[in-house]
């Protein structure tokens, strides 16, 4: 039997490293070649539309200074319900060198956003190289072709407008506008895990067998190889206890076609992981259940052609053994023990801040949370963010994650196409939190309520 996500149809992440002319801040783990830099400081921003502003040469030093993560609704959307949606501009500059990027560096580049509410037009020095269409999902398009060594200009158009193919058209919560979560900067080697497969980790841990004495995982990893040759690949998945302790390991080859060789460039890997006398995630103690162990998932890409071979990338994913059983009579099981599931529903939002959150906010709602003593948490009425589940699998509260089909429904084509991308990728984006117990994709379906609907 299966028994990873339980899936149910409902109504209802080298070195720290500095580049002190631009502000980047980059962190990594310790000898990987991936490269994440944080894009937070030095945006400008304006609340309007602007023609033009994405091209490199656009004056924008009369325009506002922002920190990202940044909203423009933080203070009319919690005041009044005709508050500001539209459209809005950033821009970055960034400065990058030629071992960063260029056909002789070997790196790929990625822009990775983790929320921008709605719709998302993404421009580097001049160029478009994304669309978007959604208020909370992650999206990731490559910047390869377009940044060069040097000084480099990113421009977002964020546009809040109240589009009718995009779910939420109404509800109850205000729509905040912005770029309103973290953005990255990706440097990864030619070689590496695919970061657009719906911008999930490109890693998928599925659990196919939890019992007291063993489990059974198999672990997805999604290849991407941007060089002109074939890829000889050795894919190392590694399996550590919460103390960081290895308690499994499986190695995989395979080759992966090259940019010059017809065929597909992408490949996956399947690994079958088995871990003897596992211990279990086992929800919040407040239930009277052990503590929730966690353990994690390394996966590591190596190229088999250097003479002891190069690591070319390594991605990190949370893994909770347990298994997640719901009776129509006698309610939710976990690990084959009832479990009383209750806890409160959960926005996003903070006074003065709107969807603009910090982590230390979202600690504080779930210090609350905790205090209360609840055991699950439902987390309305859309995707939150990827700190957030994280949160969850730490204190073992289990989850309701669910798309923002909300109240009313566009009986149209495009309605419908939009509201399974934003299924699509919550699922994928979030697949391996073992918090989470349900997706949902709706909720009041036909209250049609619409008390913040913005002018």
Not at 79 to 105: F, H, M, N, Q
Not at 276 to 285: A, D, F, K, Q, V
Not at 302 to 328: E, H, K, M, Y
Not at 366 to 390: N, T
Request: net charge neutral.
């Amino acid at each position: 039997m299966r028994v990873g996500h339980f899936v149910v149809v409902l109504t209802g992440l080298l070195h720290a490293w500095l580049l002190a002319a631009t502000g980047l801040a980059g962190a990594g783990l310790d000898g990987s070649p991936r490269r994440d830099v944080l894009l937070q400081d030095g945006w400008r921003f304006i609340k309007e539309d602007v023609a033009g502003a994405e091209a490199s040469s656009f004056d924008d030093s009369g325009w506002e200074k922002v920190r990202v993560p940044h909203t423009w609704n933080a203070v009319d959307a919690q005041s009044k319900a005709d508050y500001y949606r539209g459209p809005g501009w950033y821009r970055k500059t960034i400065t990058l060198g030629a071992d960063e990027v260029g056909p002789r560096s070997g790196k790929r580049a990625y822009l990775r956003f983790e929320a921008v509410a709605v719709v998302a037009d993404v421009f580097v020095n001049g160029q478009q190289l994304g669309h978007h269409r959604g208020a909370f999902g992650a999206f990731c398009v490559e910047a390869s072709g377009a940044l060069k060594p040097g000084a480099n200009v990113i421009a977002v158009r964020a546009d809040n407008t109240k589009f009718p193919d995009i779910a939420p058209i109404s509800g109850d919560f205000a729509i905040f506008g912005g770029v309103y979560r973290d953005a990255h900067l990706l440097i990864l080697d030619e070689k590496s895990i695919d970061p657009l497969d719906d911008a999930s980790p490109g890693v998928y841990v599925s659990q196919e067998e939890v019992t007291p004495e063993r489990a059974r995982v198999l672990v997805t990893t999604k290849l991407r190889n941007r060089n002109n040759d074939n890829w000889d690949a050795m894919v190392r998945c590694i399996v550590r206890d919460a103390a960081g302790n290895e308690v499994a390991t499986h190695e995989t080859t395979t080759r992966v076609n090259g940019t010059g060789i017809k065929g597909e460039w992408n490949a996956d890997v399947v690994q079958n992981i088995l871990i003897e006398r596992p211990r279990l995630w086992n929800g919040h103690p407040s239930t009277g259940s052990a503590p929730p162990h966690l353990y994690s998932v390394t996966v590591e890409t190596w190229d088999r052609r250097p003479a002891g071979g190069r690591l070319t990338d390594r991605v990190v994913q949370p893994l909770g053994l347990r298994s997640i059983r719901i009776d129509p009579d006698k309610g939710l099981f976990l690990n084959d023990e009832r479990y009383r599931l209750h806890g409160p529903n959960r926005h996003q939002d903070r006074k003065d801040k709107g969807w603009a959150i910090s982590k230390e906010d979202h600690d504080q709602d779930f210090d609350i949370i905790l205090e209360m003593g609840a055991s699950g948490v439902r987390l309305a009425h859309y995707p939150h963010a990827e700190y957030a589940y994280s949160l969850c699998d730490k204190n073992g509260l289990l989850v309701w994650a669910e798309i923002p089909l909300v109240d009313r429904v566009a009986h149209t084509a495009e309605f419908a196409a939009n509201a399974k991308q934003q299924l699509r990728e919550m699922i994928k984006q979030h697949f391996n939190h073992p918090s989470i117990i349900v997706w949902g994709i709706s909720n009041e379906r036909g209250m049609g309520r619409d008390t913040n609907r913005g002018a």
